[in-house]
């Protein structure tokens, strides 16, 4: 039996490919695979969907105490909510969090820190919580073990950007081109356009229309009126230039990132890593 196991192995090598092992072998190989999959993909996967709706339920608390927890009242409720759909958030995980909003969100706040990253790379984390001192210890401490630090200044290397996140196909069902989008935007008042590396899982990415902070309403009217279906709208902070990183530093600067995913009381993090 062990003799005829490694010929199998030697018949059927492991190749590894788009980052992951795959084995090419016999049938009886397949639950092998399956559960492969599930440890190695649907597991992260599912880890990291997790955390992002308990992101969104922090960031719909927040926006209920800043302006009220009537979305038809509370222009920035309103948009964080078109992001939990466009995130395929669970309905009754939205309303649930809206129904919560208001006596949850007397106790917490929504705060900005300053960093930098490896290789000088600015950093901006927006935190909500409820104890700012727990959550300050635990930034410095995540930043510390990656080679950043809080640093006063990184803010300077950021701008507040409207930015609605448009589906790459319109209300027809039709692919919306670069050339198409340009032209939208140019009518909508937006100042650039650009595919969103955020969402490596999606085939077709969606676009990013980016516009002033104040025009941020009219945008994304303006293009759901040109037929365009807006996924989401929302104020972010974003590089006005960006800095490269030599390689030792760019995989440092990774694992921070990640690292600061993982923290409970981030909401977001923005660099200026090119």
């Known amino acids: 039996m062990a003799a005829a196991g490694a010929l199998a192995r030697a018949r059927w090598p492991r190749l590894v490919a ?70 395929n958030m669970p309905k009754a995980s939205i309303e649930a969090a809206l129904r919560g909003a208001e006596k949850a969100s007397s106790s917490s706040s929504r705060l900005l820190y300053e960093a930098r990253g490896p290789g000088g790379a600015a950093l901006l984390l927006e935190v909500l919580t409820d104890n700012p001192r727990r959550s300050q210890q635990a930034v410095r401490l995540l930043l510390a073990r990656h080679g950043g630090a809080m640093a006063d200044g990184a803010r300077h290397s950021f701008e507040r950007k409207g930015v609605v996140r448009v589906a790459p196909r319109d209300r027809r069902g039709r692919p919306v081109s670069l050339e198409g989008a340009l032209e939208a935007a140019l009518d909508a008042g937006a100042q650039d356009v650009w595919e969103d590396e955020d969402e490596e899982d999606e085939e077709e990415p969606a676009l990013k229309f980016v516009c002033e902070a104040s025009a941020l309403g009219a945008v994304r009217e303006r293009l759901e009126a040109a037929g365009l279906l807006p996924l989401s709208a929302a104020l972010e902070y974003l590089p006005r230039d960006t800095v490269p990183l030599a390689a030792a530093a760019q995989e440092q600067a990774s694992r921070l990132l990640d690292a600061l995913s993982t923290c409970p009381d981030v909401v977001r993090v923005y660099d200026n890593i090119r």
Not at 52 to 76: H, I, S, V
Request: with cysteine; charged share 25%.
């Open 18 to 87: 788009a980052g992951r092992p795959l084995h090419v072998g016999p049938a009886a190989w397949a639950g092998h695979n399956r559960w492969s999959k599930v440890r190695n993909v649907k597991g992260p996967r599912d880890a990291a969907r997790s955390r992002l709706f308990q992101r969104l339920g922090m960031m719909l608390r927040a926006a209920a105490k800043e302006g009220g927890p009537d979305p038809a009242l509370n222009a920035q409720l309103a948009n964080v909510v078109e992001q939990c759909r466009a995130k």
